[in-house]
Protein backbone atom coordinates (compact mmCIF):
# COMPACT_ATOMS: atom_id res chain seq x y z
CA UNK A 1 0.00 0.00 0.00
CA UNK A 2 1.34 3.49 -1.37
CA UNK A 3 0.77 6.27 1.41
CA UNK A 4 0.32 9.48 -0.09
CA UNK A 5 1.91 13.08 0.84
CA UNK A 6 1.29 16.63 0.21
CA UNK A 7 4.46 17.88 -1.46
CA UNK A 8 5.16 21.76 -1.54
CA UNK A 9 7.42 22.45 -4.01
CA UNK A 10 8.43 26.40 -3.93
CA UNK A 11 10.29 28.84 -5.92
CA UNK A 12 11.98 31.31 -3.33
CA UNK A 13 11.63 34.94 -3.97
CA UNK A 14 14.70 35.72 -5.99
CA UNK A 15 16.55 39.52 -5.68
CA UNK A 16 18.22 40.48 -8.89
CA UNK A 17 20.67 43.61 -9.52
CA UNK A 18 18.82 46.36 -10.56
CA UNK A 19 21.55 46.93 -13.56
CA UNK A 20 20.01 43.05 -14.58
CA UNK A 21 16.67 44.97 -16.11
CA UNK A 22 16.14 46.17 -19.45
CA UNK A 23 15.52 49.76 -19.40
CA UNK A 24 11.77 50.07 -17.89
CA UNK A 25 11.53 47.01 -16.82
CA UNK A 26 11.58 44.90 -13.21
CA UNK A 27 13.46 41.98 -12.53
CA UNK A 28 11.36 40.97 -10.17
CA UNK A 29 8.74 39.19 -11.52
CA UNK A 30 10.84 38.05 -15.16
CA UNK A 31 11.94 34.66 -16.08
CA UNK A 32 9.99 31.75 -16.59
CA UNK A 33 8.00 29.64 -15.13
CA UNK A 34 9.21 27.45 -12.85
CA UNK A 35 8.85 24.30 -15.67
CA UNK A 36 11.47 22.19 -13.54
CA UNK A 37 9.13 21.94 -10.62
CA UNK A 38 6.38 21.25 -12.43
CA UNK A 39 8.11 18.26 -13.93
CA UNK A 40 8.86 16.72 -10.71
CA UNK A 41 5.02 18.01 -9.08
CA UNK A 42 3.12 16.05 -12.39
CA UNK A 43 5.68 12.53 -11.37
CA UNK A 44 4.94 13.57 -8.00
CA UNK A 45 1.60 13.75 -8.75
CA UNK A 46 0.98 10.75 -10.89
CA UNK A 47 2.43 8.75 -7.76
CA UNK A 48 -0.70 9.70 -5.63
CA UNK A 49 0.75 12.77 -4.24
CA UNK A 50 -0.85 16.25 -3.39
CA UNK A 51 1.45 18.60 -4.82
CA UNK A 52 1.29 21.93 -5.11
CA UNK A 53 3.81 24.56 -6.40
CA UNK A 54 4.97 28.04 -4.77
CA UNK A 55 6.42 30.04 -7.26
CA UNK A 56 7.42 33.41 -4.80
CA UNK A 57 9.62 34.93 -7.42
CA UNK A 58 7.09 35.49 -9.89
CA UNK A 59 4.58 36.63 -7.67
CA UNK A 60 6.50 38.45 -5.40
CA UNK A 61 5.74 36.74 -2.22
CA UNK A 62 7.75 37.77 0.71
CA UNK A 63 9.80 35.70 3.01
CA UNK A 64 6.78 36.00 5.62
CA UNK A 65 3.57 35.58 3.27
CA UNK A 66 5.73 32.04 2.07
CA UNK A 67 5.78 30.69 5.51
CA UNK A 68 2.24 31.58 5.90
CA UNK A 69 0.90 29.74 3.16
CA UNK A 70 3.19 26.77 3.56
CA UNK A 71 2.23 26.66 7.03
CA UNK A 72 -1.50 26.58 5.87
CA UNK A 73 -0.38 23.86 3.33
Same mark, same amino acid.
Given at each position: ?? *? ?7 ? %? %? ?15 ? *?? $? %? %? ?6 ? $? ?5 ? *?????? #?? *? ?13 ? #??
Amino acid at each position: MR *HSKRVALVL %P %PIEWPKQAAAPGQSVKN *HG $T %P %PLGLGQIG $TFLASQG *HVVRIF #DA *HRYGIGLGALARKLR #DY
